[in-house]
């Protein structure tokens, strides 16, 4: 291996002792960098005395909202936009589950909107490999219009939380169906007594040029009516020694 890279993604603390153990194995693994996005502002100053400077280019969203499903569904509902209430109204048929059908429906969807929107989408291998490492702890929901799927959406669970990890929509037929996929991603969390549901991500002015793009969805998160929750700049660390060029002997 010539050389690497390290990521770490909402670790639950950062201590002297943590960074001190990144720094062992970025030697060990040759890095040339590595990025840490914090859950929590706290003891955010330890970076700058470890050389630690603020990242503008986050891998993973930097502001979501998050909805609390304790309360009924009446009462949820009620929380919602009086746009979203109307909208869910409307009567579509579901699939819920977890089988090869609806990951391969969920994907032709998903690699449809991503061309359509002009954004990048893991390949169906990867997304496979992701579902199972999850376990039960997956679902998808898909939305048929005339029997074909026209919306859809992969969640993920870990620790009583959902995620609203990918979805995707075929506008030309329901343009309502995001409204009822959402809908029917709550009613099944509740229905697996999970406490929240992250819609993963929305639009970040302190990261404005790498969200960007979020701005139109951001809109339909925020009619849920769920928290904003911001997570702490990401910080980056490079090792210069580690850039040396391989030599062969």
């Given at each position: 291996?010539?050389?690497?890279?390290?990521?770490?993604?909402?670790?639950?603390?950062?201590?002297?002792?943590f960074?001190?153990?990144?720094?062992k194995?970025a030697?060990?693994?040759?890095?040339?960098?590595?990025?840490?996005?914090?859950?929590?502002?706290?003891?955010?100053?330890?970076f700058?005395?470890?050389?630690?400077r603020?990242?503008?280019?986050p891998?993973?969203f930097t502001?979501?909202?998050?909805v609390?499903?304790?309360?009924?569904?009446?009462?949820?509902?009620?929380?919602?936009?009086?746009?979203?209430?109307q909208?869910?109204?409307?009567?579509?048929?579901f699939?819920?589950?977890l089988?090869?059908?609806?990951?391969?429906?969920?994907?032709?969807?998903f690699?449809q909107?991503?061309?359509?929107k002009?954004?990048?989408?893991?390949?169906?291998?990867?997304?496979?490999?992701?579902?199972?490492?999850?376990?039960?702890?997956?679902?998808?929901?898909?939305?048929?219009?005339?029997k074909?799927?026209?919306?859809?959406?992969l969640?993920?669970?870990?620790?009583?939380t959902?995620?609203?990890?990918?979805?995707?929509?075929?506008?030309?037929?329901?343009?309502?169906?995001?409204?009822?996929?959402?809908?029917?991603?709550?009613?099944?969390c509740?229905?697996?007594?999970?406490?929240?549901l992250?819609?993963?991500?929305?639009?970040?002015?302190?990261?404005?040029k790498?969200?960007?793009?979020?701005?139109?969805?951001?809109?339909?998160?925020?009619?849920w009516?769920?928290?904003?929750?911001?997570?702490?700049?990401?910080?980056?660390?490079y090792?210069p020694r580690?850039?040396?060029?391989?030599?062969?002997?």
């Amino acid at each position: 291996m010539f050389w690497s890279a390290i990521k770490i993604q909402r670790p639950s603390q950062i201590s002297e002792e943590f960074l001190n153990k990144v720094d062992k194995i970025a030697r060990e693994k040759r890095a040339l960098f590595t990025i840490i996005e914090p859950k929590t502002c706290e003891n955010e100053n330890i970076f700058p005395k470890h050389r630690y400077r603020p990242y503008k280019e986050p891998l993973s969203f930097t502001k979501t909202i998050v909805v609390d499903l304790k309360p009924s569904l009446e009462t949820l509902l009620k929380s919602f936009s009086k746009d979203t209430r109307q909208k869910i109204k409307r009567e579509t048929e579901f699939k819920i589950g977890l089988n090869p059908i609806l990951v391969e429906e969920f994907y032709k969807l998903f690699a449809q909107t991503a061309k359509r929107k002009k954004f990048w989408i893991p390949p169906l291998l990867e997304i496979k490999t992701k579902i199972s490492s999850f376990g039960g702890d997956v679902f998808v929901v898909t939305a048929f219009y005339k029997k074909t799927p026209t919306a859809v959406a992969l969640i993920l669970i870990h620790e009583k939380t959902a995620y609203y990890e990918h979805a995707a929509h075929n506008p030309t037929t329901n343009k309502d169906a995001p409204y009822n996929i959402l809908w029917e991603t709550i009613k099944e969390c509740k229905k697996r007594n999970l406490r929240t549901l992250d819609l993963c991500g929305i639009y970040d002015t302190r990261f404005s040029k790498a969200t960007k793009k979020w701005e139109k969805f951001t809109i339909f998160k925020k009619k849920w009516g769920g928290s904003v929750l911001t997570y702490p700049t990401p910080y980056i660390k490079y090792y210069p020694r580690n850039f040396i060029p391989f030599r062969y002997s």
